[in-house]
């Protein structure tokens, strides 16, 4: 299956796509609400609540227009797909936001290399700092930068 023919197919088939897919799909993260599906031999992420997504998203958006001078990409639009970033930085904007999010919660504890539930800990932090303009976007941002993704080229022993 040729790529514009996968997209249309995803498209179709996943109205309610996950904006933390990469997170999932990834290892890095998992969600409660989280439904993975195949398309010819590739995995999706669908979210399983309206509400979730919409939450969701507007966090992303608010984690990309907040670490666009971390991530060197000066945009008018920080909203997700309308420029597309590089995998590299979607995740450290993806991995690296939540695992923040996850330190500002517990900040007595070490950062999480994985978060055990997205939506769990979306809904916490905006319960508990009372909206997404709340939160402690200077401790967020330290994870985004932190983040590394998998090295290219590097081997993992069994």
Do not use: W
């Amino acid at each position: 299956m040729d790529n514009d023919a996968f997209r249309d197919t995803y498209r179709a088939v996943n109205t309610r796509a996950c904006v933390f897919e990469k997170t999932i799909l990834t290892n890095n993260g998992a969600c409660s609400l989280a439904q993975k599906f195949c398309i010819a031999e590739r995995e999706g992420v669908r979210c399983g609540a309206d509400a979730a997504l919409a939450d969701c998203s507007e966090l992303l958006t608010t984690l990309r227009r907040q670490a666009r001078f971390t991530l060197k990409t000066i945009a008018a639009d920080a909203t997700p797909g309308a420029d597309a970033l590089p995998h590299a930085k979607a995740m450290r904007i993806q991995v690296g936001g939540l695992r923040g999010l996850q330190a500002a919660l517990t900040p007595d504890q070490p950062v999480p290399v994985r978060i055990a539930d997205i939506r769990d800990t979306v809904r916490t932090a905006l319960a508990r700092f009372g909206g997404l303009d709340a939160l402690p976007f200077q401790d967020i941002i330290k994870q985004i930068a932190a983040y590394q993704g998998r090295r290219r080229g590097l081997k993992t022993r069994k």
